[in-house]
């Protein structure tokens, strides 16, 4: 069995462009190759070292010529390439695996061509592709190459002034590769094709000793073989100076987003939106913990009894420029923030502050669809917390509702510290309420710990209701049939 040939591309020297499979490919290989200059420090070599390891053979190519001055140049390299083929087949035969690693890309003006020629058609070969100097460096200049219908012309500095001259006429980008020596003359050429001014310079694209500037600024003497001049795409920077030179800042603004009972898939696209275009989050820690992280984001999580302070400090926050959501289970406007920000932003000090309100899934309807339609004729919410309002307020309005013979979807019916409202609560219902009437006990609907019964009120045991729980109360209509509950939509008259 012999070993594979593989012409592997490292990218133009910053090592983190190397691909991962070039990256493998060197890992595994038994020989290594790359070319050297005469003083044996090999470019190539360096961009790979992380790579290579103990027990590798290393082969290098020195060149035995480095400049084309030399008259029978070809003939030189010729024979040079011909001796390192059967350097590199003695491995391949003996059934070791060669990578020989190739700057940039391998078929991009690559000595590794030389190789390749030689051997391909002996040993089973396979070119791994590298990043370019050239896309190196316009990623580096932070300018496109080529756009829309535009042509790019990759042209090598050796050529003959006047042929460099009619092909940068003729396109309307392009890369000059082999600069060095010829330098001067890529430069008489772009004169003379009227881009002079349009043309950058980089030398070392993407390494630590990079340098980059406006190609008529250089110093000719200072260039070394590894440079490219580039003329970038002029669509591009027409349609760049087209637009606005500075784009509007987006004023700040607070937007109170519901984020639905529980998961993801009771958040609408809205709030999803609004959510991922914010700068800062605000609202209470569990809540906080429902909307997914992003590290761009500025996170305040607070408890859940400072909704005042919540709404100040987003106000303030947006009043210099960031964008706020101030988040809150299920609908924003049912018990929670929404309220609390509008209340806040009423204060002359806030006037210029936008603030917007999203809507979300609230719990009452979230809970009514676990067992059917309890809401389907006239309701109204309670909130039995009697941390905001008072108790004979609260009591004074079940006894309406239940007047009115409406179903009530009673919100915040306990807390570890508000143990009694409950009982209250059944107790004053069922003074005009049948027993029988149908209960819906909803906790943690959509969330891990989701339990819904369906009770008779006068059975309703406060034991079965705490913080995570809703409460619906049928009017004198409601029905439960076979573990639904509905509303019918027709009273009688
Ligand atoms: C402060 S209120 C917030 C209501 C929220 N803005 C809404 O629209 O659903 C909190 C109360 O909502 C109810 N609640 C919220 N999420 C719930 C869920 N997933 N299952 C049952 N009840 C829930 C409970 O009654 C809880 O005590």
Sequence with gaps: MTGHLHGVGLGPGDPELITLKAARLIEAADVVVFHAARHGRSIARSIAAAHLRDGQIEEPLIYPVTTEDTGDY?????????????RLAAHLDAGRDVVVLAEGDPFFYGSYMHLHKRLAARYPTEVVPGVTSVSGASAELGRPLVERDEVLTVLPGTLAPERLAERLTATDSAAVLKLGRTFGR?????????????????????????????LKDVDPGTVPYFSVA????????????????????PKGEVVVVGLGPAGREWLTPQAQDALAAADDLIGYGPYLDRVPANARQTRYPSGNTVEADRAEHALALAEQGRRVAVVSSGDPGVFAMAAAVLEAAADERWRDVPVRVLPGLTAAQAVASRVGAPLGHDYCVVSLSDRLKPWKVIAGRLAAAATADLVVAIYNPASRTRTTQVAEARDILLKHRRPGTPVVIGRDVGGPAEDVKVVRLADLDPADVDMRTLLIVGSSQTKAVGGRVFTPRRYPG
């Design 74 to 86: 070809r003939a030189v390299m010729e024979g040079f390439y011909d001796r390192c083929a059967e």
């Design 186 to 214: 890529v430069r008489d050429a772009l004169e003379e094709a009227g881009r002079l001014d349009d043309a950058w310079y980089v030398e070392r694209a993407t390494t630590a000793g990079q340098r980059m500037l406006p």
């Design 230 to 249: 580039v003329l970038p795409s002029r669509v591009h920077e027409q349609t760049r100076r087209a637009l606005p030179e500075k784009p509007r800042e």
